[in-house]
């Protein structure tokens, strides 16, 4: 599916239920929503420990209180709450091996688990049982797309929703053993969550009009439903909602006045709803209850990590007390939607990783004078700037800080060129008149332009209001700096167009209606950006429409489309049969065609020469397998 959200970057995202199916977010992943790796310390209560004063009253009485003391110490050890800081060591089953499940979701028995997988004629939906490598193909989509999955709980069928290329969405049903799908609702938002009883179930559901969402309960055998809980756009309801084992609680999350995430809770009518915790998110995701109905489980980042290595980690929340353990400690993000919670209270959860090398090639794709120039592990994925000298810049990220770095075009003479000021910079791009960098760079929780100097120096920040700028693109003539901001605040995620003067000034609305990711051609003269699924091709003076192309299905245009050296086409990813490569779209409106023939890996960010000789490529790895996590409590 079209993506034109960050996938491949370090950044942090308060997700819209619009995009459920998106980057996992730039500030995708890399995807401005960018996608990374972690390792944090969880925050923990205090355990109760016992201490004796040495009081000598009586013999009689000290055996009353050693008694007494004792029983109440091994009735909180054997409670099962009390495990959470005095546990045992983590247990992690690896339950598959390089086949890249995609949202995850395992039956309450923990026998089986079930994901789809992107094949050669689109998504293949397969079940598998758990320490077993073979697996059952159940379903296939061609032009539509699966999107996350539930077990009912008595383990007959599996529910998912399937989205089309057009935005909208569907609940589906299928027997767990295969067989004819069932189509159930319409206009559903992420996962559905049961209700003990079986039969109702509760789901999100957007109006992408204004932006509301609401909380609905529906009963799968007469297909009636309910709506128990509505929120306008600045308090959008996020992630997935989860009905606990009892009936009596529902758990969400929703965008708090600051525009943070808070986890709360309403009964099944919506009569009454509580924080269960007083503590902040950048992104929830999925959440799902522990069977004893005494923790949640979710997919989350915490207040201020959205740019760090710990995004999107899977936490345990105790209930009702709301105290929250990060599980995951290896180093990776978590799928946001692959997740599930057995009988036995293991937790199904799917990390993943990417690496990246810059390669240097042909500017016409002859894939066979691809050379590896960089030796490092995220080089250039948010962020590849050739440099009018013939030298590329490009972003990079060790340990927390994530850098402008540069480099001769045979790898040779690297150098680190910012530090300190900024944790985080991404999509880097070289003034054509080789002056400067400009790049987006996060700061006291916003994002901001930035221009420096092309060796690092004499930092400058362009802009100064709350749009969160992530791409931009400077004019031919070195003048202007047109860049998408979200005038929504983050909300919506609606972007537009603005243009500044690379000096810094006012910045004025450049062009009409949405777009994001722009990118000048080489002359100036015209502009593209991406507004829904489609490439549009803009002025370069005032940003009048000239024209627009349709994305092909599987592509990525989350950095937007590039032009060719030539300014004749425009370029893209597109990922066919598990690796991707890069495509064409002639401006002759002539049919896309391979620009590169790569068979295995993914590409992440591209980019021409300025001299148009030669073509970088920010490609690398993507590795990740569902795991089951035990003995967290």
């Not at 310390?41 to 009081?55: D, F, M, N, Q, Y």
């Not at 039956?107 to 073979?134: A, I, T």
């Not at 559903?188 to 969402?213: C, L, W």
């Not at 915790?277 to 990590?305: F, H, P, Q």
Request: aromatic share 10%.
């Amino acid at each position: 599916m079209s993506e034109i959200h960050r996938t491949s970057g370090y950044g942090r995202t308060v997700p819209s239920q619009a995009s459920f199916n998106r980057r996992s977010s730039r500030q995708s992943g890399e995807s401005f929503k960018i996608a990374p790796v972690e390792l944090a310390i969880a925050e923990s209560v205090s355990p109760v420990r016992l201490r004796t004063k040495g009081l000598w009253i009586t013999a009689a009485l000290t055996v009353i209180v050693a008694f007494a003391a004792a029983a109440a110490f091994f009735q909180f050890r054997s409670s099962d709450d009390a495990g959470l800081h005095a546990r045992k060591e983590i247990s992690v089953l690896r339950l598959t091996n390089g086949i890249k499940p995609v949202d995850a979701a395992i039956s309450s028995d923990g026998d089986y688990f079930v994901y789809h997988e992107v094949g050669d004629e689109g998504e293949r939906l397969w079940l598998q049982q758990v320490g077993q490598s073979s697996r059952v193909e159940i379903g296939r989509q061609s032009e539509s797309y699966y999107r996350a999955k539930t077990f009912s709980p008595d383990g007959k069928f599996v529910f998912y929703v399937v989205a089309e290329r057009s935005g909208e969405t569907s609940l589906h049903r299928v027997p767990t053993i295969g067989g004819p799908s069932a189509k159930i609702l319409d206009n559903i938002v992420g996962a559905i969550s049961f209700a003990p009883d079986g039969r109702q179930f509760v789901f999100i559901r957007e109006n992408k009009q204004d932006g509301t969402s609401a909380l609905v309960t529906a009963d799968g055998e007469n297909g009636a439903q309910s709506v128990i809980l509505e929120r306008p756009a600045a308090s959008a309801l996020v992630g997935m909602p989860a009905w606990s084992p009892d009936g009596a609680t529902i758990v969400f999350a929703s965008i708090n006045a600051d525009n943070k995430i808070g986890i709360y809770k309403t009964d099944p009518h919506g009569e009454s709803t509580t924080a269960v915790s007083n503590e902040k998110w950048d992104n929830i995701y999925r959440i799902v209850w522990t069977r004893n109905g005494r923790g949640l489980a979710m997919i989350a980042t915490r207040d201020g990590e959205g740019y760090s290595t710990r995004r999107n980690q899977v936490y345990y929340v105790s209930y009702p007390d709301g105290a929250s353990l990060r599980l995951t400690t290896d180093g990776s993000w978590h799928q946001e939607w692959s997740l599930g919670v057995t009988g036995d209270d293991a937790i199904l959860a799917v990390p993943f990783n990417r690496s990246s090398q810059i390669w240097s090639l042909d500017a016409k794709g002859d894939t066979t004078s691809a050379i590896q120039i960089s030796q490092g592990s995220t080089d250039g994925r948010a962020g590849l700037a050739p440099i009018p000298d013939g030298s590329i810049g490009f972003i990079s990220r060790i340990g927390e800080q994530v850098n402008i770095w540069s480099m001769h075009a045979d790898g040779s003479a690297l150098k680190q060129l910012s530090s300190g000021v900024l944790t985080i910079v991404e999509e880097l791009r070289a003034d054509p008149k080789g002056r400067y960098f400009v790049f987006s760079g996060f700061k006291d929780g916003n994002s901001r332009l930035y221009r420096c100097d092309i060796d690092g120096s004499n930092l400058t920040q362009l802009t100064f209001d709350d749009g969160q700028p992530v791409d931009s693109t400077v004019s031919a003539d070195g003048n202007w700096v047109v860049y998408g901001s979200d005038t929504s605040k983050g909300v919506a995620h609606r972007p537009e167009l603005f243009r500044i003067p690379i000096n810094g000034g006012e910045a004025e609305r450049f062009g009409d209606g949405e777009c994001a990711s722009p990118h000048y051609s080489p002359d100036g003269s015209l502009l593209s950006c991406i507004r829904g699924l489609e490439i549009i091709v803009l002025s370069g003076a005032d940003g009048a429409q000239i024209n627009r192309y349709p994305i092909p299905t599987y592509s990525r245009v989350n950095f937007g489309a590039r032009w060719t050296p030539d300014g004749r086409g425009l370029v893209y990813i597109r990922s066919e049969k598990g690796f991707s490569n890069l495509w064409i779209q002639p401006l002759d409106g002539a049919g896309p065609s391979p620009l590169t023939d790569f068979t295995t890996g993914e590409i992440y960010n591209y980019a021409f020469s300025f001299d148009g000789t030669r073509l970088f490529i920010a490609r690398g790895q993507q590795i990740s397998d569902a795991v089951l996590i035990r003995d967290y409590r």
